[in-house]
Antibody, heavy 118, light 109 residues
Framework: EVQLVESGGGLVKPGGSLRLSCAASGFTFSSYSMNWVRQAPGKGLEWVSSISSSSSYIYYADSVKGRFTISRDNAKNSLYLQMNSLRAEDTAVYYC???????????WGQGTLVTVSS | QSALTQPRSVSGSPGQSVTISCTGTSSDVGGYNYVSWYQQHPGKAPKLMIYDVSKRPSGVPDRFSGSKSGNTASLTISGLQAEDEADYYCCSYAGSYVVFGGGTKLTVL
C-alpha cells in the first residue's frame, strides 16, 4: 500500500525558513517523480514543485521560484521542500504526491500545515 | 501560469448526470493530452479520478468520465450519488509547469 507521510509544518514568522519532509513507502520510490502541491485555507489546489526520479529535472511554480528548493533522497525514500523567505501567502497545507502516472498526481499524503504569521 | 477556469459550483439530483468544464489555453489544456481531475472531500486529501484526459485509475467507478475539445476539458459524472458531493479540480500539464483549475463544488440535491 502506497503511503506518504508529510512532516515539518508549523508556525513561522515572515522571512523565516522551514523544511518539509515526505516519507514514502509501499512503492519503488526511486523510480518515480514526486511533487509538492499546496492548498491555502479555504482555497484551491496550487502546484508548487516537481522533481524527477533521479533529480535530473526540477520545476517550480513562479510563485516560489528562487525561494523554495525541492530535493529527494532515494536511499531514504524521502522527499523534501526547503522553504526560505516565507511570506504570509505561503500559508497552506502542503501535500506531497506521487507521479507514477505520467503528468498526474496518483497518491497524496495527508498534508502538513504551514502557517506564516508574525 | 494562470489558473484554469472552472465553474464555481454545479448541482444535480441523485441519478442525474452533471458535467464540469475546465477551460485553459493552447499552452496547457489544448496543447497536451495530460488533463487530470481530482475529487476532494472536506478535510481530506485530493483523490485522482481521471488522468490523460479520459483514463480512470483502478477503483474509480465508470460513472466518472473525461473528455477534451480544443482548450476545454470536461468531467462528467453520471448516476449521481450522495457521496459524489465534493470539490473537483482539473489540472493540466503545460510543459515546464502544472496548472490547476480553481475548483468546482458539486452539490447533490
Amino acid at each position: 500500500e502506497v503511503q506518504l507521510v508529510e512532516s515539518g509544518g508549523g508556525l513561522v514568522k515572515p522571512g523565516g525558513s522551514l523544511r518539509l519532509s515526505c516519507a514514502a513507502s509501499g512503492f519503488t520510490f526511486s523510480s518515480y517523480s514526486m511533487n509538492w502541491v499546496r492548498q491555502a485555507p479555504g482555497k484551491g489546489l496550487e502546484w508548487v514543485s516537481s522533481i524527477s526520479s533521479s533529480s535530473s529535472y526540477i520545476y517550480y511554480a513562479d510563485s516560489v521560484k528562487g525561494r523554495f528548493t525541492i530535493s529527494r533522497d532515494n536511499a531514504k525514500n524521502s522527499l523534501y521542500l526547503q522553504m526560505n523567505s516565507l511570506r504570509a501567502e505561503d500559508t497552506a497545507v502542503y501535500y506531497c504526491a506521487t507521479g507514477m502516472t505520467a503528468m498526474a498526481f496518483d497518491y497524496w499524503g495527508q498534508g502538513t500545515l504551514v502557517t506564516v504569521s508574525s | 501560469q494562470s489558473a484554469l477556469t472552472q465553474p464555481r459550483s454545479v448541482s444535480g439530483s441523485p441519478g442525474q448526470s452533471v458535467t464540469i468544464s475546465c477551460t485553459g489555453t493552447s499552452s496547457d489544456v489544448g496543447g497536451y493530452n495530460y488533463v487530470s481531475w481530482y475529487q476532494q472531500h472536506p478535510g481530506k486529501a485530493p483523490k485522482l479520478m481521471i488522468y490523460d484526459v479520459s483514463k480512470r485509475p483502478s477503483g474509480v467507478p465508470d460513472r466518472f468520465s473525461g473528455s477534451k475539445s480544443g482548450n476545454t476539458a470536461s468531467l462528467t459524472i453520471s448516476g449521481l450519488q450522495a457521496e459524489d458531493e465534493a470539490d473537483y479540480y482539473c489540472c493540466s500539464y503545460a510543459g515546464s509547469y502544472v496548472v490547476f483549475g480553481g475548483g468546482t463544488k458539486l452539490t447533490v440535491l
